[in-house]
Nanobody, 123 residues
Framework: QVQLVESGGGLVQAGASLRLSCAAS????????MGWFRQAVEKEREFVAA???????TYADSVKGRFTISRDNAKNTVYLQMNSLKSEDTAVYYC?????????????????WGQGTQVTVSS
């Protein structure tokens, strides 16, 4: 089992930055692929970014160049640095973990999920 706890969400103005954190416990973190997803009101959950436990990361086109995913295996934590935020980035952001090699971009590949953190961007 893996427990994931997100933090760092909040209300910001368009153009601002936020950094989300996701602390993991319960399983060897450095053998987990990690990802961030988001779900806006009345929309389906969508992939945002993913990072492999070894090498590799990928992003949704909508956030490429603005968001950066990173991990600190010593702290069992994955981060999502979000810059140049837009109103369309408003959503609940979820951290997820997958016991796989490489990166995973679909929700079905992830076995463990956090409870989410709200990000609201005002225009």
């Amino acid at each position: 089992q893996v427990q994931l706890v997100e933090s760092g969400g909040g209300l910001v103005q368009a153009g601002a930055s936020l950094r989300l954190s996701c602390a993991a416990s319960g399983r060897t973190f450095n053998r987990l692929a990690m990802g961030w997803f988001r779900q806006a009101v009345e929309k389906e959950r969508e992939f945002v970014a993913a990072i492999a436990w070894s090498v590799g990361r990928t992003y949704a086109d909508s956030v490429k160049g603005r968001f950066t995913i990173s991990r600190d295996n010593a702290k069992n934590t994955v981060y999502l640095q979000m810059n140049s935020l837009k109103s369309e980035d408003t959503a609940v952001y979820y951290c997820a973990a997958a016991p796989i090699v490489g990166v995973a971009t679909t929700g079905q590949e992830y076995h463990y999920w956090g409870q989410g953190t709200q990000v609201t961007v005002s225009s």
